[in-house]
């Protein structure tokens, strides 16, 4: 867990917040169809960070259900405080690794979607294995989706977007949605445009939008 300062709001999210959006891998295998009262689509939405993204697509879609996976609880508060400021039923949140959730919360074929944008790189050479994108992961995480669903990572280091291309294109169960190996695609209208984007182009990073598609098995 990354706990870092709460600010007082932050902080009231998370209080009265939890309790009703929270989910923990304590709880077991995620009945999702119970846990939002309806059945529907699923989207999964790991390392959300401040919730931007995840709050608008909520927003945007109200019949579908959003869970979100951040370990920074700052950011799982903010996201919680503006939630409940906003009346938003459609969403849900593990504060807890994404690993742990995946392994213990997920059932095989039950992902619509998964959503990553904008993982931590790991800039410095010596730090790569600490990245999200590993084969072992993907893999996983490719089981996870139904044949029907898809893989959409966001990043703005171009180092990293070839690094996800490499992952990507190894793994037998996920076909590249541009058409080709190594072909990003534009920016679905979907994939809100965050602040951190935002200064990101403003610094000359050129953000990469990589989607890959579940095939049969």
């Known amino acids: 867990m990354r706990a870092g300062r709460m600010t007082a709001g932050q902080e009231q999210g998370w209080q009265q917040g939890f309790p ?3 989910l923990t891998v304590a709880q077991g295998a995620l009945d999702w169809d119970k846990t939002f009262g309806s059945p529907g689509r699923r989207v999964l939405e790991i390392g959300f960070g401040m919730g931007d993204s995840l709050l608008q697509m909520a927003q945007a879609e109200p019949e579908t259900q959003f869970v979100g996976i951040e370990v920074h609880r700052p950011g799982v508060g903010r996201l919680l405080s503006q939630a409940l400021g906003l009346g938003i039923g459609n969403l849900r949140v593990y504060a807890e690794d994404a690993v742990d ?7 095989p074929a039950s992902l619509d979607a998964v ?3 904008f993982p931590d790189p790991w800039h410095k050479k010596r730090h790569h294995k600490r990245r999200l994108i590993q084969p072992k992961f993907v893999g996983d995480l490719a ?3 139904r044949e029907d669903g898809y893989l959409h990572l966001a990043t703005d280091w171009t180092p990293y977007a070839e690094h996800m291309f490499d992952v990507l294109d190894a793994e037998p169960l996920l076909i590249n949605a541009g ?5 990003a695609v534009a920016r679905p209208d ?6 951190f984007e935002r200064r990101g182009e403003r610094l000359g990073h050129a953000v990469q939008d990589l989607i890959y598609l579940r095939a049969s098995s």
Do not use: D, E, N, W
């Open 179 to 183: 058409g080709a190996p190594r072909r």
């Open 101 to 107: 959730v995946l392994s213990h919360c997920v059932a």
């Open 20 to 22: 009703q959006f929270g």
């Open 115 to 117: 959503h990553i944008f």
């Open 190 to 195: 979907y994939r809100p445009v965050t602040k």
């Open 143 to 145: 089981h996870l989706m």
